[in-house]
């Protein structure tokens, strides 16, 4: 009895690290998307504009 407690004690850990990070890789995910169309906004206006923004 004392091993399938450890047991679930350590699936139940896992299960909440994995929890946190999959929740982080989504936060990640749409502060990489929101930069990468800052970045497009300003390529775009540094080649239509033909100056440095």
């Known amino acids: 009895m ?3 407690l450890i047991v679930v ?3 139940a850990i896992v299960l ?6 999959v929740k982080a ?3 990640l995910l749409w502060v990489g ?3 990468l169309l800052i970045a497009a906004v300003a390529f775009l206006l540094r080649v ?3 100056r440095r923004v």
């Open 25 to 27: 890789v989504g936060f």
């Open 33 to 35: 998307l929101v930069l």
């Open 48 to 50: 239509l504009t033909g």
């Open 16 to 21: 909440l690290i994995v929890g946190g990070a």
């Open 2 to 4: 004392n091993i399938l």
């Open 9 to 11: 004690a350590v699936i």
